[in-house]
């Protein structure tokens, strides 16, 4: 199958509220309230990219993959079904929750949630953003981007470059409690919709990244992220690779968000995956992006015991709950 793009990501937290204050004064973002106390954030005319909702403990909850229509979204249950992943199909009230007109999920081999869907709900030329010029590239490149820890890269890059069809951009080793870290794309010229970083016994989600179109967007996010006192996880920089100009903070519901500008775009039929090692030289940055050292993220927790293949109606269950 074929994954459009990265649609929506949905987060758990205690500290969604903060919110409220972070997307448009920092970031230029909308903010809009959603049942059951969540939060949806948005940076296009979509119903929202972002959703928070409110929980005890920082956690991934789901991520919302877009495919072009309902057909080929049929299609990429059948797939999936064929490769022996377990798809349920949503129910017209979890669809409504979520906002699309059609959508199945199932978990990867860590437990994370992972949603397939087709029409997105969209309120066409209501984006209006934080500031006068706030404009971020999503359309056919989807959101931006999501980093996920996980305890297995073999495993975990088997799974989304084989059942979920995604292709490799770039793979770096990193070093360090990293080891290698790969960076996929789905069927856009986003470089990477998903990146995979491998940390034992542990998955979650590291980062999302959203892409402006104004580089004075950065510098504005940056003076009032210092205003607000947000910790910063990583300065100014460019990275090699997708060559994004960007910087992130540590967010209040967890994870870090990167907002970056100026990202390469790939030509499906010309690009060809680099391979960075650390090993035999240095793969860090073209400039700056210096880590701030605040440690893991505590959306980003030890991998439970996997259930046995016979308990899928358990895995379901507990996936659900991000629902
Ligand atoms: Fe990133």
């Not at 230029?28 to 059951?36: C, M, Q, S």
């Not at 959703?51 to 991934?60: D, Q, S, T």
């Not at 010309?270 to 090993?279: L, P």
């Amino acid at each position: 199958m074929r994954i459009h793009s990265l649609g929506y990501i949905g987060v758990e937290s205690p500290g969604i509220e903060e919110w409220r204050t972070l997307a448009p004064r920092v970031y230029g973002l909308e903010v809009d309230d959603a049942p059951g106390g969540a939060l949806r954030v948005r940076w296009d005319d979509r119903a929202y990219r972002l959703a928070l909702h409110p929980a005890k403990e920082h956690r991934l909850a789901y991520l919302g993959w877009e495919l072009p229509d309902a057909r080929a979204l049929q299609a990429a249950a059948a797939e999936l079904t064929a490769a022996d992943v377990e798809v349920v199909e949503a129910k017209p009230e979890e669809c409504k929750e979520r906002a699309v007109r059609y959508l199945y999920y199932f978990a990867d081999p860590f437990g994370n949630r992972h949603e397939i869907f087709s029409g997105q709900l969209t309120f066409e030329g209501k984006f209006r953003g934080g500031r006068s010029q706030s404009s971020f590239v999503t359309g056919n490149q989807g959101l931006g981007h999501a980093v996920l820890v996980v305890p297995d890269i073999e495993k975990a890059v088997d799974f989304y470059t084989g059942p979920m069809g995604l292709k490799t951009s770039d793979i770096t080793h990193v070093g360090g409690p990293f080891g290698e870290m790969w960076f996929l794309r789905a069927a856009n010229p986003r470089h990477h919709s998903l990146g995979l970083i491998q940390m034992d016994g542990m998955r979650g989600l590291q980062h999302v990244m959203v892409e402006t179109r104004n580089l004075d967007d950065i510098g504005i996010a940056h003076d009032r992220a210092h205003e607000i006192g947000l910790p910063m996880a990583s300065s100014l920089g460019r990275h090699i690779g997708d060559r994004m100009l960007s910087f992130y903070v540590r967010t209040p519901t967890g994870f870090d968000f990167e907002i970056g500008w100026d990202s390469v775009q790939v030509d499906e039929h010309t690009w060809s995956a680099q391979y960075y090692d650390s090993h035999e030289g240095w793969v860090g940055e073209v400039w700056g992006h210096e880590y701030s050292h605040l440690g893991i993220n505590p959306t980003i927790h030890p991998v439970r015991p996997a259930p046995p293949a016979a308990d899928a109606a358990a895995l379901r269950a507990d996936t659900k709950a991000g629902s």
